[in-house]
DNA sequence: ACCGCCGGGTGCC
DNA sequence: ACCGCCGGGTGCC
């Protein structure tokens, strides 16, 4: 009786108090995936690195004491149970939602806990047959991790008796891949557009008409918040959910994602499109507010400045008790295009979706970047109809109001992630942000939080709401790991658990897998909506743009400058023939950049020769003459801008060093794989040893001097003449057309500066060297339409990055070709975007029989390549055409 | 028999 | 668990 009393309490131990687990009032199963998510996050956080070190089959035990189901093949995570009273060693087996199969077999938890607890390697489990009895079942463990410590797991495995079945030991082809990965990249959030998605008009509140591009995005909005279709990777199988991507099922129906990431070009009008949607879908399908004729007209007027704005919104708050809302709730507003749709929602979608709204939400919350706050004012104010009442609180300042009622009873609640982020952590996670049950919560320029450890990603995921979404117009920066975060505040099940993204979708992806591929794309396209302004709704543009035109005009040099230069050919000819003879291009190709940036100077502007163009080929000797060389050559490579890109990860370099065969790479990159190839690594380029310890960084001081020399000992050049006769021309023609003048050589912008002032142009300058801030401000300068305000912008071809709006502009004046055709496309796109009113003209200037001639011809044919093949050309035919390229330009 | 054998009770970590 | 293990009951042929 004793004993049975004894294993009563034994159970309930085990069940509620016997894993650490404490009985909380919150469900077993959440904080056992809440134990999953915090575990192996050091790992985790380099998923993509690990190799497989092989596989070993084990038994999962106790299943009859948890309810956890797997089917056959299903994934499960293994966690480690310090805590658990019975071994320090255990290790627990759990489904994709959390819930407890079982543990490990007690001799396998003593082989597992050490190599989980000394991070040697992470353990994933797959259940090859699913349950077939009540007791103990089969689970295929495999062990991933780095290379280094792959001889350490194995010994254990041996030494215990267990027996390590090799994985396949495909040695991955990683640069292979990494290119057609790329590619994969670059087109994953291409062709998303499904032509099936109808359109709708906005509510009457809404005063501008909406284009027929954001109708089709108002459309598929509304049906992602009420749809309750479930993405195609669940299967219904008879009275249960399954999900054929971790091969797992559930008897509740997934909560489904309410909302999604709407991730089209800049200008198409994502914010309108919100607006329009929080207007038109309150809950369920109906619209928030009307207009309301009767009531005065309600101070809307955001003509006002921001501090105006709260004031005006407060005060409407606590006057005008929320009429429209309750008329928008008991259904009695009109003007609400009432659903013709209907048999697109099924009875059993309405009935599941009306039961998880939570009728206390009402409020839609938008956080964004300060810069663009006053963005969302101005378009509420433009877009919304002056006598509809619309409760708008600007959340920001330190006389915000932190009371949750107020907050809650609102319509739109705005503010930035600084605010929530600070409010977050001072509050501790009860923030009054986080408090308020909301609707809906619309994070713009969401890639912001694509870094899950900072706090403003934090915050944001801890918000409670009803519906989420992401307006972006960059989902993918440069890495896969970005998009988990926007996965995971979107709770696309079970993507949001580190794990499963990581072994479903990671990666498969990075080592080059189809199917993870595939899997990716199909999830992307589940929850993405993206257009670009090249996109086309029913064959036709999305948006018109002026035309634009590209002419080249031939510059003749002098007979001096053809003399310096015909000198200086010569002499890099000498060179060059000799290493093509060689067959040492690569290993020299610091020192052929150098003949080859130097030849594009004296196209340019002789006074864009520095001190650095002297002794090539000579034997460096001491380490800090070899040094000085080598940040000389660096300096080459990145400060001209020939927008070098790295050979490992195929993307512009950052955080740039040069090896001691002065070759240029990203830091990480090069140092991975040193790190992986320890003694025997070799320079991706040209195969010599290079060493963790001789790669050099850019210093950071920046010589001055020369610049005052260069503005005392002033002298013109052909393309300098050829670019002011043009720009005189045109202001005589027609003074209220805006020019960019673009280099890859800051310096020539320097130069330029000098007989644009002497002409009396008004002009800003925009180059890589300037902060953020800075910036910002050159630009809303140049695009102000204030009398006196600059007529030319000076830009280094590579400043700004993307996405910057110059729009002001509508002539560009490309001072020297580029390697990369695409990188002048993406700059003169800068100004040949939506809120362009004028055609575009291009002039591009090329130095007669010069180098710069052959680089136009290489251009040409760089883009038919692009154009035929898509480019998937793996590095070392790349080597090759690099030298063909060089061959091309020296005319050997 | 300080064994073997039988058969019931029992069962994760 | 249609197992292994434990420990009590039992005991020539």
């Given at each position: 009786m004793q004993k049975g009393l004894y294993k009563y309490i034994l159970l309930i131990q085990r069940w509620f108090g016997g894993a650490g687990f404490s009985f909380a009032d919150d469900p077993v199963t959440e904080t056992l995936s809440q134990a999953i998510r915090g575990t192996g996050e050091e790992l985790d956080r380099e998923p993509d690195t690990g190799v497989l070190f092989g596989s070993l089959r084990g038994s999962v035990v106790g299943l009859r004491y948890y309810t956890g189901v797997v089917n056959k093949g299903e994934m499960v995570s293994l966690v480690r149970q310090p805590q658990n009273p019975y071994d320090r060693n255990a290790v627990m087996v759990a489904n994709v939602y959390g819930s407890q199969v079982g543990h490990i077999k007690r001799e396998l938890a003593v082989l597992l806990a050490n190599i989980m607890d000394n991070n040697l390697a992470r353990v994933e489990g797959v259940v090859p047959f699913g349950v077939t009895n009540q007791f103990t079942m089969s689970v295929v463990l495999s062990f991933w991790g780095r290379e280094e410590n792959r001889d350490a797991v194995v010994r254990q495995i041996t030494s215990r008796s267990f027996k390590l079945q090799s994985g396949p030991t495909g040695t991955h082809t990683h640069t292979h891949t990494l290119t057609q990965l790329k590619n994969a990249f670059d087109n994953l959030f291409e062709n998303l557009m499904d032509d099936k998605i109808g359109e709708r008009e906005a509510v009457e509140a809404v005063c501008t008409p909406l284009l027929p591009h954001q109708k089709q995005a108002l459309s598929w909005m509304c049906a992602c918040e009420n749809n309750a279709a479930l993405p195609h990777f669940w299967e219904v199988k008879g009275e249960l959910f399954y999900n054929t991507l971790t091969h797992s099922s559930v008897r509740e129906r997934p909560r489904r994602v309410r909302g999604g990431i709407l991730?089209?070009?800049?200008?198409?009008?994502k914010t309108l499109t919100t607006i329009a949607l929080i207007l038109s879908n309150f809950h369920h399908g109906k619209p928030l507010c009307e207009p309301v004729?009767?009531?005065?007209?309600?101070?809307?007027?955001?003509?006002?400045c921001m501090q105006n704005w709260v004031v005006c919104v407060c005060l409407g708050g606590a006057v005008l008790e929320d009429l429209d809302f309750a008329a928008a709730l008991s259904g009695l507003t009109q003007g609400a295009p009432q659903k013709k749709s209907k048999s697109l929602v099924s009875p059993v979608e309405a009935a599941s979706s009306q039961s998880t709204d939570d009728p206390a939400a009402r409020a839609t919350l938008i956080i964004c970047p300060l810069s663009v706050l006053s963005n969302w004012l101005d378009q509420l104010d433009q877009h919304v109809r002056a006598d509809v009442k619309l409760n708008v609180y600007l959340y920001y300042g330190s006389e915000r109001n932190r009371d949750t009622h107020f907050l809650s009873s609102q319509h739109m609640v705005l503010t930035t992630y600084n605010v929530l982020s600070a409010d977050y952590s001072v509050s501790g996670g009860a923030s009054p942000l986080h408090t308020v049950r909301w609707l809906r919560v619309v994070l713009d320029e969401g890639h912001i939080i694509r870094n899950p450890n900072t706090q403003q990603s934090k915050a944001v995921l801890k918000l409670n709401t009803q519906r989420r979404w992401i307006l972006t117009g960059t989902p993918i920066q440069n890495n896969l790991r970005d998009l988990w975060m926007l996965v995971a505040f979107l709770r696309l099940k079970p993507f949001d658990v580190r794990e499963w993204w990581n072994r479903v979708i990671q990666r498969p992806v990075t080592q080059g897998d189809k199917t993870g591929l595939q899997n990716l794309q199909a999830l992307v396209k589940c929850v993405t909506l993206r257009r670009t302004k090249t996109s086309r709704v029913c064959g036709r543009p999305l948006v018109s743009l002026p035309e634009r035109s590209v002419r080249i005009e031939e510059v003749e040099l002098t007979q001096k400058e053809r003399e310096e230069y015909e000198l200086a050919r010569t002499e890099g000819r000498t060179t060059i023939s000799r290493y093509v003879a060689e067959g040492t291009v690569l290993r020299n190709y610091a020192d052929v950049l150098a003949i080859l940036v130097r030849l594009r100077q004296f196209c340019c502007h002789?006074?864009?020769?520095?001190?650095?163009?002297?002794?090539?080929g000579v034997v460096a000797v001491t380490p800090a003459e070899l040094r000085e060389r080598l940040i000389m050559k660096l300096r080459l490579v990145l400060g001209t801008g020939s927008d070098e890109e790295c050979a490992v990860c195929l993307d512009s370099v950052r955080l740039p060093v040069i090896t001691h065969c002065a070759h240029v790479y990203c830091r990480p990159c090069i140092a991975e794989v040193i790190r992986s190839e320890q003694e025997q690594a070799r320079c991706p380029l040209c195969r010599g040893q290079i060493k963790a310890s001789e790669l050099v960084e850019f210093p950071l001081e920046e010589e001055e001097e020369e610049e005052s020399n260069l503005l005392e000992n002033w002298r013109s050049s052909s393309k300098v003449e050829a670019l002011m006769s043009s720009l005189l021309r045109l202001r005589s023609e027609d003074d209220s057309i805006r020019s960019l003048v673009v280099s890859q050589f800051t310096r020539f912008l320097t130069i330029l500066e000098i007989p644009l002032r002497e002409e009396g142009f008004k002009f800003v300058r925009l180059d890589g060297t300037m902060s953020q801030k800075r910036r910002a401000q050159v630009i809303q300068e140049f695009q102000s339409d204030a009398p006196g305000s600059p007529l030319i912008m000076l830009l280094s071809l590579k400043a700004g990055g993307v996405g910057i709006n110059l729009s002001a502009a509508s002539r560009v004046f490309l001072m020297d070709p580029a390697w990369n055709p695409a990188a002048e496309d993406q700059c003169v796109d800068r100004c040949h975007r939506l809120g362009q009113k004028r055609d575009v003209v291009i002039t591009k200037f090329i130095v007669k029989g010069s180098v710069e001639e052959n680089m136009v011809k290489i251009q040409r044919q760089k883009q038919d390549l692009v154009e035929k093949a898509f480019g998937t050309k793996n590095p070392s035919e790349r080597k090759t055409s690099r030298v063909d390229e060089i061959r091309a330009l020296m005319e050997l």
């Open positions: 991730a089209d070009d800049m200008g198409l009008g004729s009767n009531l005065k007209q309600f101070a809307c007027n955001t003509r006002l002789p006074g864009l020769l520095g001190k650095t163009t002297t002794h090539t």
